[in-house]
């Protein structure tokens, strides 16, 4: 509970004004105690977790849009799965959260649930707080297309919804299309690994072309520049670099160990 700009208003208040001066400060004090307090919970709890400036504003609003943002789309259809909620719990075993941030995470991701929760002003708070970097904004939006996927289908308040998402961080359809198509091939493959197919030899090579977005017909330049492109958006320490909060860098890890083991597919069907 925020009470200082109360005490300050009500005593200089008292100073200038005697008893009405101290009451005009006290509401006036009261206004910046509570200016002050929704400011800070754009973050949510997390904000608890952070003392350097830098990461409060990059990461304390990071984790809050992400579960949050997660867990309205996860709303979307109308109830929530229990594939979701697994999903989302996978997502802070990846994480490392435990104790304390997990709860929060919990707490983001119902905060998200509710009907009025403002996904716009979350969204752009978000943005303005990662300085609108794009390969930072676009693993959020990779995390979202997850949650939307995690029930095995993609419905179509939270294909809405995503388009929603990706357009508030300036992203197109088409950007959208290309995400999806790569994270269905994502999917797929890990899907074989855990069924014990293809473990040594990596993705099918029709996964491994769609992981990297290119067509099968692309020459070895295009697939070599998509491949360099991928990469260097999902290299974990360009994006630690860029302020991308330590437990997330797990998760660029994975992505980039796809898009290397696509690539390398690729090499081996060409000869490279």
């Known amino acids: 509970m925020r009470i200082w700009g109360k005490v ?4 200089f208040g008292f100073m200038f004004g005697k008893i009405i001066g101290a009451l005009i400060g006290l509401y006036l004090g009261h206004r910046f105690d509570r200016s002050l307090g929704q400011d800070f919970s754009k973050q949510g709890g997390f904000s608890k977790f952070f003392v350097n400036k830098d990461s409060f504003a990059n990461q304390a609003v990071f984790f809050h849009a992400v579960f949050s943002v997660y867990g309205h789309i996860a709303k979307a259809s109308g109830q929530v799965t229990p594939q979701e909620i697994q999903a989302a719990s996978m997502l802070m075993d990846k994480m490392g959260l435990h104790d304390e941030m997990r709860k929060e995470a919990q707490h983001a991701f119902n905060l998200g649930k509710a009907n009025d929760f ?6 752009k708070e978000f943005k303005r707080s990662s300085f609108g970097q794009r390969d930072i904004l676009q693993l959020f939006l990779e995390v979202q297309l997850q949650a939307a996927f995690a029930d095995g289908e993609l419905h179509p308040k939270e294909r809405d919804i995503l388009y929603t998402v990706a357009r508030i961080l300036g ?5 959208i299309k290309r995400l999806l198509q790569q994270l269905e091939a994502q999917m797929h493959y890990h899907r074989q690994q855990g069924g014990g197919q293809q473990q040594n030899n990596g993705p099918s090579l029709d996964d491994a072309y769609s992981i990297l977005g290119v067509s ?3 020459d070895d330049k295009t697939v070599k520049k998509a491949w ?6 999902h290299h974990p320490d360009k994006l630690a670099a860029k302020g991308l909060p330590q437990e997330m860098l797990e998760i660029a890890n994975q992505k980039a160990q796809d898009i290397q083991a696509a690539y390398e597919q690729i090499k081996r ?3 490279l």
């Open 171 to 175: 992203f197109s359809v088409a950007d």
């Open 228 to 233: 360099r492109k991928q990469m260097s958006q």
């Open 216 to 218: 099968e017909d692309a």
């Open 8 to 11: 300050f208003g009500f005593l």
């Open 118 to 123: 403002p996904l716009e002003q979350t969204l």
């Open 269 to 271: 069907h060409r000869n």
